[in-house]
């Protein structure tokens, strides 16, 4: 078929192409070598030189030109297909290694960087390599089982060659072994490892490990060229080695204490974390019994590496100590607070061990408070919150304690945010109080709101101390002293329209109106807390003194020299009279304002703006009352005629007999018994329902239910809760007619008057009746006008839903519900 299929070269090329899935699968693995060669020619056109490699490693190259498959592979970089030619054609390892060596060597010596294809062929490289010693091929399969020992073997001797085939005077001695340490030693010394894993029995292979441990230390230790982490490296792959129970190699142990030198040498700073980590791994891999620990820990401490010392100090539980290295170490100072929790918090400390790093603490807790007030607050909180008032008695530093102390109280932050605040004394709240009228005055007022345990006096004493005013009114007022705390905002007060009129007289700078707006403000706030407790004496001893203060400044101004700042200053008072009309009487404000003797003496004109304000701002409030009195009697009055409708409603029976003795109502005339009729159209004898227990209590308070109705529901007594009842006594009244009147609820026997009355049915729609106009709009205020109102006005809104005085309306037998139309207003 490929001769047919060569005389059409598209047709050869796609035969060719057909080829590679089946060569990849293993499927077709020898094939001619005119047709081998005519394969890689073809892809080697196309360039597609990665296909070429995927296919080299899947055949039997034996038929092909070796020398000339090498050559394309090195031209194009194919190093996998390159080295399986090498083992497979020519049962040689050893060549691609010089190969690559070559290309890797020469930048590596001279300490260049390596390129990214030169970084590739040397990772390539330490992959092979650890394939010829693990007896597997590469870059798949395996070696033949007679060729492993032998492959081993020459790779050894490879590696600890002194000289390459072709040494230069300038070549150091083990050119293999360093270059491998130089492009990575890290994972060159696990290709060892892996390997010397598999050295157990074998005499040659124990030979060739400790030989090349020898020339590992050589190299590195007399070598200045590696770092010290290189040098790490080495050492802990050294103590691994040694720590293994079938250990056969010998280390000289002054190599170890060189290293140590050499990595806590305290006149060399660079590198400082990466000598450390390196020891730290040394240690951890078993290196410490090459060391004499005291000496360890002296040098540990020497060159600061405070994680080697709390390495040491661990193995011998002296954790207290351990606080030491983290308070020194600047990169960890942080975690001393969670390494302290859970040395206290975590099983399997002796109480001695957790004592003593408590006691560390606290001989460091000026220290842990500097560095982070907010985790030691929260770690005294957690384990000893017994103990705060040692822990203050060992801050010297009033900022620190004051930083302390709002970590652990102030439910705003710190220990608060996380969990519950600590219950301390009285006194170490207000010396925290104290701290913080100093250290931050203007949040004193915010803390002392979400604070608890502080006492008053005490505390008031602190503030007027340190002159806040504001939070000794705060204070006073919380203590029940308002007239006291009124006092000191009304300074507060004086004292700011002063500073205010002087500024404006001097006129240097802008007067600071906002600063009299403000606490004029907070001291209405407070006479309109307070007010509704007062009698009308004590919120005149309130509300005057105000007015009178911020009334002063234009009384001196007079009206021939207005102030420049009166529009403003009469608007404050506008807003002083708008708020205390709501608790003082109008009358005794414009009786107050005339017996000045300012005023008095003046005219009419000097105080009529003021007068005219208030009578603005009072007609806008009979308005406002009178607008929404109109709208709530139209709503009262459309809301009975609906009632009115409901309960007058006639009431047809189905049948002119009773349901219950099935004999016609009229022909039962020698026993006094009254008709009830339900709304369901039910027609009883009062006597009949009676004697099937159908109603609840006697007399004219009885309450009937329809026997038919509610016999399929329940048997024997009716059982009706709260709001049923409530309800019944509204509407639930003995139905009869009178001979004047007579209806279809029918006729008693002794002609006597029935009372009309409702049955479930019409409870029922009541019910829904009063649920579908009852609203939060206009009839929900018709209680608290009721409280304010008098005369008609309050009669009327009385009668608001399920009220007592319209209960007893409605059971009254001779009532007659006289509706009067609502006002009319300007848009009727």
């Known amino acids: 078929m490929y001769d047919r299929f060569s005389e059409n070269s598209v047709a050869k090329g796609v035969f060719l192409e057909c080829l590679e899935p089946y060569i990849l699968s293993d499927q077709l693995v020898g094939i001619t070598a005119q047709v081998m060669k005519d394969l890689l020619v073809h892809f080697q056109d196309k ?88 007896g597997r091929a590469y870059p798949l399969g395996d070696i033949p089982e007679d060729l492993v020992p032998l492959v081993k073997n020459q790779v050894f001797e490879f590696l600890i060659r002194l000289h390459s085939a072709e040494a230069s005077s300038e070549e150091e001695i083990y050119p293999y072994i360093c270059t491998l340490l130089h492009f990575d030693t890290r994972e060159f010394l696990n290709v060892l490892a892996l390997t010397f894993e598999d050295f157990k029995n074998d005499k040659q292979a124990l030979e060739y490990q400790q030989r090349i441990v020898d020339i590992l230390l050589k190299v590195m230790v007399e070598n200045s060229d590696f770092t010290p982490s290189q040098v790490g490296c080495l050492f802990t792959f050294l103590a691994r080695q040694l720590a293994k129970p ?30 450390q980590q390196v020891l730290l791994e040394l240690l951890q891999a078993g290196g410490i019994v090459q060391f004499e620990e005291s000496r360890l820990i002296r040098m540990a401490e020497r060159a600061e590496f405070y994680q080697i010392c709390e390495f040491m100090y661990e193995r011998e539980h002296q954790y207290d100590k351990i606080i030491d290295c983290y308070l020194r170490d600047p990169l960890r100072k942080e975690d001393v607070f969670n390494y302290i929790h859970n040395i206290l918090s975590i099983p399997g400390h002796s109480p001695e061990e957790k004592q003593s790093v ?17 985790k030691a607050a929260e770690l005294v909180a957690t384990h000893f919150s017994g103990q705060v008032e040692a ?128 606490i004029l403000v907070e001291t209405i706030a407070l006479c309109q807390r307070n007010s509704h407790s007062l009698n009308q004496q004590q919120r005149e001893a309130l509300w005057f003194p105000l007015l009178e203060a911020m009334m002063a400044p234009q009384k001196l101004s007079g009206s021939s020299a207005p102030h420049r700042h009166a529009e403003s200053l009469k608007s404050l008072t506008m807003q002083v009279l708008n708020s205390m009309a709501a608790f003082i009487a109008l009358p005794s404000i414009l009786q107050r304002i005339l017996q000045d003797p300012v005023y008095g003496r003046g005219q009419l004109g000097e105080i009529q703006g003021l007068i005219l304000g208030m009578l603005d701002t009072f007609s806008y409030e009979q308005t406002l009352l009178e607008t929404t009195t109109s709208l709530l009697n139209h709503d009262l009055h459309w809301s009975l005629c609906n009632l009115r409708a409901s309960v007058t409603r006639g009431l047809n029976p189905k049948q002119d007999y009773c349901c219950i003795c099935l004999q016609q109502y009229k022909r039962r005339q020698e026993v006094a018994d009254d008709i009830i009729v339900f709304s369901c159209g039910h027609l009883y004898h009062s006597l009949c329902l009676l004697n099937k227990e159908c109603s609840v209590g006697t007399g004219r308070q009885a309450r009937w239910t329809c026997y038919r109705c509610n016999s399929s529901h329940k048997a024997g007594k009716l059982s009706e809760n709260a709001s049923e009842r409530r309800k019944g006594q509204l509407s639930q009244a ?95």
């Not at 995927?54 to 194009?76: A, F, G, K, R």
């Not at 690559?100 to 010596?109: H, N």
């Not at 603490?361 to 500097?370: F, K, N, P, T």
Request: proline content about 6%; glycine content about 4%; hydrophobic content about 35%.
């Open 47 to 134: 360039k597609l030189m990665e296909n070429v490699e995927t296919l080299i490693v899947h055949m039997d190259i034996t038929s092909l030109d070796i020398q000339q498959v090498v050559l394309m592979c090195w031209e194009n970089r194919l190093y996998d297909a390159m080295i399986y030619v090498y083992n497979r054609g020519m049962n040689e390892f050893i060549s691609p290694m010089e190969k690559l060596f070559k290309v890797i060597a020469p930048p590596l010596s001279a300490g260049k960087s390596l390129t990214d294809e030169q970084v590739i062929m040397g990772n390539k490289l330490l992959v092979y390599i650890s394939c010829c010693l693990a």
């Open 358 to 374: 408590w006691q560390k603490a606290m001989e460091h807790i000026e220290a842990l408070v500097s560095l982070n007030p907010c």
């Open 734 to 828: 003995q139905m009869k007619t009178s001979p004047s009147c007579p209806s279809p609820r029918g006729d008693s026997a002794k002609k006597t008057p029935s009372e009309p009355g409702l049955d479930p049915q019409q409870m029922q729609a009541f019910d829904h009746l009063c649920r579908l106009y009852r609203g939060t709009s206009r009839l929900a205020l018709l209680t608290e006008l009721s409280q304010t109102q008098s005369g008609d006005s309050h009669r009327l809104l009385g009668l608001s839903q399920s009220s007592p005085a319209l209960d007893s309306v409605f059971q009254n037998e001779n009532f007659q519900l006289h509706l009067n139309p609502p006002p009319l207003t300007a848009e009727d």
């Open 246 to 275: 079938d250990n056969t190699l010998f280390v000289n142990r002054t190599l170890f204490d060189q290293v140590l030198e050499f990595l806590c040498s305290p006149d060399d700073d660079s590198r400082h974390s990466e000598r």
């Open 391 to 518: 822990v203050i008695q060992k801050l010297q530093s009033p900022l620190l304690l004051f930083q302390f102390l709002r970590s652990l109280l102030d439910p705003r932050e710190g220990v608060s945010m996380t969990q519950e605040s600590p219950q301390v004394a009285p006194c170490i709240t207000e010396q925290f109080i104290e701290l913080l009228c100093q250290y931050s005055p203007h949040e004193v007022i915010d803390t002392l709101q979400v604070l608890e345990s502080y006492r008053l006096e005490e505390t008031i004493q602190i503030t007027q101390k340190y002159q806040l005013l504001e939070v000794c009114a705060y204070l006073l007022e919380k203590k029940g002293d308002v007239h006291g705390a009124f006092l000191i905002m009304l300074q507060r007060l004086q004292s700011k329209l002063q500073e205010f009129t002087k500024e404006s007289e001097d006129a240097k700078e802008e007067p600071s109106l906002k600063d009299v707006e403000v």
